[in-house]
């Protein structure tokens, strides 16, 4: 037990930090086509049903600057129905909206409520919640006083595991009565996530440090669900597995997840609208107006590309990415540049509709293809230096998802994708152009993706060097509510949606591209002050490692994220 007297507020002290406020979404959710068990409210995960619980009663405040704008608030969740158990206690910062939620957990077998399978259980009779054994105090402000914060730890027992903490602001160990533990075949492991809290060592000898916390086994196959509670510590590296678990969906028919009609529904109320950069030349189009327009398949070792049908029938289909067969341009150059400018009105974003968090979300990957990702531009302090080829590539495919709550069918955050890697924003910091419908920005030649217009740059913010991407509105745009293709969803069957013959093209989409990328980089090199000066292969390292793959790109079904979670 380790403690603190840096910053403790009273629930009635004009001193504490400003807490969060609610968010809701800018329009109402309307009411989806009827299905089976998505938008119900509850999601049954096979001997446990589940609530989202998004009320919450503020139990403690702190902030490690002594403001009145930043901070962290920790909850509990109330408004609990009968029946149903809280898991553990919720935190977030001050500087953002109240947007959380806590999952609550009934024993499905004292529920009415039959859905899917049921697990037979390896230890028989053993219910799948039961109270903790006790509590231990993991750690508290030093002043032994009712006002201050406690941190407890549920002490399960044998063949069950804890699944979040509890927070008191008294000493006294919280009621049996306050959370449940989960029967330990009902669970999977998490790992820690964002840090939210870290109290370093200008407050007390020992640091508290709290963090969000994720599944460890995530993606479209993953079974593990995020029950919302967080993890702290005072160790700045918290053991290999956590002493706290999140939940295991064992109802293999993901009844939660949305059915066509509510597919179609939720696409036409969250469709995002996708800006292009006023100055970009390379614009997007669809796939069969690639392909009608000239583009080769290639394979190695042939000297002449072969037209491509509108529909990709003629790729070869299936295996894995061998070397063997690219897609490249037409050799004149009139066409050549033609293809390269893209063609918006035929432009769609393709759909890819998968589970996420153990079917307790929705995934909607919206991909968008451009024929041409055109030469990246390096920032340099103030200097923005073009480059002449570094970057460039045929066929460009950049995606974002939209991720919703199989309880309530609410849009929840935006992925982002941006080259080799990405960032989720929380619906709150989103920005929306009609209703619900988010706005996405594509940069300047590279198209990678982002929530606001503005300069951003990859690389590194403290030398002042990177990639910059450039996002702003313009009359280029593509809404996605309405021009879209649904190309996969696994999880409805095998007959549900007819997946286009060139989605199982799994070779490049464009040549490899020979030049030297030295030289290139060498012209940074030389604009720079004789102090301030890198190697190439220093300057290497501060840029997206796609900017420098001479490999033709794949297409959406080679990608990770197909399968696992977004890269972040």
């Known amino acids: 037990m380790f403690g603190c007297e840096c910053f403790c507020w009273n629930r009635d002290s004009q001193y504490r930090p400003l807490e969060p406020q609610p968010f809701s979404l800018p329009a109402p959710i309307p009411e989806w086509p009827r299905g089976q068990g998505f938008a119900t409210g509850q999601i049954n995960l096979g001997e446990i049903v589940v609530l989202k619980i998004t009320q919450f009663e503020r139990i403690w405040s702190c902030n490690q600057l002594h403001g009145k704008t930043k901070g962290v608030t920790f909850y509990k969740p109330v408004g609990i129905p009968v029946g149903f158990f809280s898991l553990g206690h919720y935190c977030q910062p001050n500087d953002q909206a109240l947007r959380g939620y806590i999952l609550v957990a009934q024993d499905a077998a ?31 402000t030093d002043s ?13 027992p044998p063949g069950y595991k804890a699944m979040g903490f509890v927070v008191t602001d008294n000493p006294n160990q919280p009621a049996l009565e306050e959370v449940r533990c989960v029967r330990t075949d009902l669970t999977e492991t998490c790992e820690t996530d964002n840090m939210i809290l ?39 590296s918290p053991d290999e597995e956590l002493n706290i678990a999140c939940l295991k969906n064992l109802d293999f028919t993901l009844h939660a997840m949305p059915n066509l009609k509510q597919i179609h529904a939720l696409i036409k109320h969250y469709g995002a609208t996708v800006f292009f950069h006023p100055d970009d030349i390379y614009m997007p189009s669809s796939v069969p107006w690639f392909f009608k327009n000239g583009a080769l398949v290639y394979q190695n070792g042939k000297l002449e590309g ?48 998968k589970p996420a968090l153990g079917g307790t979300f ?8 451009c024929p041409f990702n055109g030469p990246a531009t390096i920032k340099v302090g103030i200097m923005s230096i073009p480059m002449s080829r570094i970057g460039q590539h045929v066929g460009d495919w950049e995606h974002f998802t939209l991720r919703l709550s199989n309880f309530t069918g609410e849009l929840w ?12 924003v929380d619906a709150p910091n989103l920005e929306f152009i009609e209703g619900n419908k988010p706005v996405v920005y594509s940069s300047k030649s590279g198209h990678a993706s982002f929530p606001h217009p503005g300069i951003y740059v990859q690389g590194s913010s403290k030398l002042g060097i990177g990639v910059r991407n450039d996002a702003a509105r313009s009359q280029f745009f593509i809404d996605s509510s309405t021009n879209y293709q649904i190309i996969a969803a696994e999880y409805l069957g095998d007959t549900a949606v007819v997946e286009p013959n060139w989605l199982q093209y799994m070779r490049e ?21 004789v102090f301030f000066r890198f190697s190439v292969e220093n300057i290497f390292d501060l840029f997206p490692t796609e900017l420098y793959g001479e490999e033709g790109p794949t297409g959406p079904k080679e990608k990770n994220n197909w399968v696992d979670d977004e890269r972040c």
Request: negative net charge; proline residues 8%; hydrophobic residues 35%.
């Open 144 to 156: 032994h006083s009712d006002g201050c914060g406690y941190f407890w730890l549920p002490n399960p």
């Open 306 to 353: 072969k037209p491509i049908d509108s529909r990709g029938s003629n790729l070869p289909s299936g295996g894995k990415n061998d070397g063997q067969f690219w897609i490249d341009l037409p050799d004149d150059d009139d066409e050549r540049a033609y293809l390269k400018s893209g063609n918006i009105e035929s432009a769609e974003l393709y759909v890819h509709v």
């Open 198 to 236: 870290n109290t370093g060592s200008n407050f007390s000898k020992y640091p508290f440090i709290v963090w969000n916390t994720r599944p460890c086994k995530r993606g479209m196959l993953g079974n593990s669900v995020s029950v919302g509670t967080f993890f702290c510590s005072t160790h700045p």
């Open 509 to 529: 989409w464009g040549p490899t591209i020979v030049y030297d990328s030295r030289a290139e980089l060498e012209k940074i090199i030389s604009l720079l002050p």
């Open 362 to 369: 929705t995934d909607i990957a919206m991909w968008v293809f």
């Open 110 to 140: 004292a529920s009415r409520l039959k859905v899917g399978s049921v697990h037979d259980s390896p230890l028989g009779d053993s219910p799948a919640l039961i109270k903790p054994l006790s509590y231990t105090l993991m750690w508290n």
């Open 413 to 424: 955050s935006v992925y982002f994708s941006q080259h080799s890697g990405g960032a989720w």
